[in-house]
């Protein structure tokens, strides 16, 4: 795995994936030639956003970032809290994964998930379940008893990306910047996924100063 810092503003980066994508799109359906990846799909990770009990709404700056069009798959880790949200998140993708936080009253929604976005199998959990939170042997555990390549929680509120044993997990942290009472300062976070064959690129956007800052990790099967 390789983690480089991007210096550039993070709309540059989704403006720029989200082409990639879309001309992918159109050179499946038509039969065209592309100069991307014929397999390439963005997947949008984000969760915890307690709106509105701990936070008003999404930062504007992320609301600007994520237009409809651009992005595939979402999925959630839960605490969405509300149907606003929910449905906030349709307008962004069609195909929306939701996970049940501690918060969220919507049973409907299962405890753990199980999605596949091209080669990868992806496990999708809140997280609250694990104990300690956020531990990465219990976190491992659950990561062998779904069989995933990349295993994404939520709960913390901290973003983290690290590879253990040639899996990949996730915790995209707090959509919102929403407080967490183990946390004196939580910082905004969303992922997104770009993946292509057996390769999946990671852009991690934090909301730092009041401006979008943007990380690239890479992992491969």
């Known amino acids: 795995m390789t983690i480089v810092c991007e210096r550039k503003r993070g709309g540059d980066y989704l403006y720029h994936l989200g082409r990639n994508s879309y001309c992918s799109s159109v050179a499946r359906k038509k039969g065209a030639k ?20 701990r936070i008003a709404t999404l930062p504007a700056k992320f609301r600007k970032l994520l237009s409809p069009g651009r992005i595939q798959h979402i999925l959630c880790t839960g605490n969405l809290c509300t ?5 906030y998140l349709k307008t962004v993708a069609a ?18 998930k199980v999605v596949t976005v091209g080669q990868f199998r992806i496990g999708l959990c809140h997280g609250h ?26 709960h ?5 990306a690290y ?15 929403a407080y967490h009472p183990l946390e004196k300062f939580v910082i905004p976070s969303f992922v997104l996924m770009d993946i ?12 730092i100063d009041n401006e979008v800052k943007v990380e690239r990790i890479e992992f491969k099967k």
């Open 156 to 160: 913390t509120h901290k973003f983290e």
């Open 83 to 87: 149907r606003e949200s929910f449905d």
């Open 129 to 154: 379940q694990i104990v300690p939170w956020g531990d990465p042997d219990a976190l491992a555990i659950v990561q062998r008893q779904l069989d995933v390549d990349i295993l994404i929680t939520g």
């Open 95 to 112: 195909d929306v994964h939701v996970v049940r936080g501690d918060f969220d009253d919507n049973l409907s929604y299962p405890e753990q």
């Open 196 to 207: 292509q064959s057996s390769t999946v690129v990671t852009y991690v956007y934090q909301l």
């Open 163 to 177: 590879e253990h044993e040639n899996k990949f997990y996730i915790n995209p942290g707090s959509g919102t910047g």
């Open 34 to 53: 592309c100069s991307v990846s014929q397999a390439a799909e963005l997947v949008l990770v984000l969760g915890d956003l307690h709106i509105p009990h």
